[in-house]
């Protein structure tokens, strides 16, 4: 099957095939502002590491960036690369994240989009959070969600850098013409750009892509398309 051009779509439309029968193998999603809200957590975090290292608070542009980037380049992106940027990045490895997951708020559909597809695909988590990946999904019970989580710390390049892809795509023995990978941010698209899989952007219609999607319940309908189709009834082979 031919990849599918990005370009803009009408996500109140009738629901687009963007797969044969039976596909996607794969549904990759990226984790802050896809599978959750995050924003506020995250502007927690970092201002409270700017107030230790006495510095200002997030400026709106700053908050944009450490939204889509892994710790270490935020933290390098706020602190330059002195003597600040390791003292941070130690102090960081000494906080406890849990404190800041009561500032998440997971999106809405969210289980009922993994319980569809569970059965019927693999289902992998690729994000540039690292230490604190672990913790989060299971403050939300989203431990034995996900078949496969491959974070920054799990990578030696994070996102938008192929490498968290393409462990996914070895790992299900799979062409990125048959992944479809949720995100929200440029640097998702950007590795979508470089790896080839197929781009749903979630809440965000200035990202080139694939299809545009306004929330979870959408996305299970263009997927439904070809997932439930009778060519998906097959037993998944196991990676």
Request: with cysteine; hydrophobic share 40%.
């Amino acid at each position: 099957m031919k990849p599918v051009t990005p370009r803009v779509l009408d996500s109140l439309s009738a629901p687009k095939v963007l797969f044969e029968p039976g596909l996607p193998r794969v549904v990759v999603f990226d984790c802050d502002g896809v599978l959750f809200d995050s924003r506020e957590a995250n502007v927690r975090f970092y201002n409270l590491v700017m107030e230790r290292f006495g510095r200002p608070p997030l400026r709106p542009d700053q908050v944009d960036y450490i939204h889509m980037h892994s710790a270490r380049e935020s933290l390098e992106y706020l602190l330059g690369s002195g003597s600040d940027l390791e003292a941070a990045w130690a102090f960081c490895q000494g906080l406890d994240f849990r404190i800041f997951n009561r500032y998440l708020k997971k999106e809405p559909g969210l289980d009922e989009l993994l319980r569809y597809l569970k059965p019927r695909c693999r289902v992998a988590l690729a994000t540039n959070r690292t230490v604190s990946t672990q913790d989060l999904l299971a403050s939300f019970h989203l431990d034995t969600a996900f078949d496969l989580v491959v974070t920054a710390a799990d990578v030696t390049h994070p996102k938008p850098h192929p490498e968290s892809m393409e462990k996914i795509l070895k790992a299900f023995g799979v062409p990125p013409q048959q992944v479809l990978f949720v995100g929200d941010s440029p640097v998702d698209a950007l590795l979508a750009q470089n790896t080839g899989v197929v781009f749903a952007a979630y809440k965000n219609p200035s990202l080139s892509a694939h299809i545009h999607v306004p929330s979870f319940d959408v996305l299970q309908a263009h997927l439904a398309k070809t997932l439930d189709s009778a060519a998906c009834h097959r037993v998944l082979a196991t990676p």
